[in-house]
């Protein structure tokens, strides 16, 4: 047992010595912050996010004792930032923070704030950013999107929204508008060949037939120069 206390004595030592070099001194410091992005103008954002007072992350500072969840919570006020994760490595001392914006499937605009955007995101919440932050959007800008009219944001309703739009982007058909009244009063306007026709959908029921039998009929030369469909009831549609 004597021979065992300093050798217990010793390792208790070097484990205490070496989480005060990792959590404590400067032996294993932060040498590089890095923010993950192809897009400079994301990256800018982020960074200047980090820097605005209190500093939560700087070079030289202990590399464990950067807190995870204080950039997390910092970056998350941009509301297209939808996660983050944020990684140390030890032996290049770097903070890497990669970070998740949300995908917009439409945009609502406010006439009263037009340099305010609104989205729907595809996990059907409601986001706004201004103008300046529409390239940090999830795979398209603000104008490739439709723009979405909602009598109310009930969940239920954004749900069938997001069913509508995906269903008519299996066929290769962009809405360049969508009106959703209510969960049983959808409707779009398309743009078929230059020309824009107006499709009520009624509700999603049976809105793979309601797609085929609205592009069958835009495909016929008789109507040509129709200016709206009406597919509510996918059984007797109504051509104006």
Do not use: C, H
Not at 81 to 89: A, G, T, Y
Not at 159 to 172: F, G, H, Q, T
Request: charged fraction near 25%; glycine fraction near 2%; charge should be positive.
């Amino acid at each position: 047992m004597k021979l065992r206390s300093p050798r217990r004595f010793l390792v208790i030592t070097i484990v205490a010595v070496l989480a005060y070099s990792l959590g404590w001194s400067n032996l294993i410091s932060v040498r590089q912050i890095k923010v993950k992005s192809d897009d400079p103008t994301i990256v800018s954002q982020l960074e200047s996010r980090l820097n605005e007072a209190p500093t939560i992350v700087r070079i030289g500072e202990p590399l464990a004792r950067v807190d995870k969840r204080q950039i997390v919570t910092r970056l998350k006020t941009f509301l297209w930032v939808k996660d983050v994760s944020v990684s140390r490595n030890i032996a290049t001392r770097v903070v890497s923070i990669t970070v998740v914006p949300r995908t917009p499937l439409a945009r609502i605009e406010d006439p009263a704030n037009p340099s305010l955007k609104r989205y729907l995101a595809a996990d059907l919440s409601l986001f706004s950013v201004a103008d300046s932050a529409t390239n940090s959007l999830n795979g398209t800008t603000g104008a490739q999107l439709p723009i979405l009219t909602l009598a109310t944001p009930d969940r239920a309703a954004l749900a069938d929204v997001k069913i509508l739009i995906e269903k008519l982007r299996e066929k290769s058909l962009a809405p360049v508008t969508i009106r959703a009244i209510d969960r049983a009063q959808l409707a779009s306007t398309l743009v078929i060949n230059g020309r824009k026709v107006d499709v009520s959908w009624g509700s999603v029921k049976d809105l793979p037939l309601k797609i085929e039998i609205a592009n069958k009929l835009m495909s016929l030369p008789e109507n040509l120069k129709i200016k709206s469909i009406d597919v509510t009831e996918p059984t007797s549609p109504i051509v104006r």
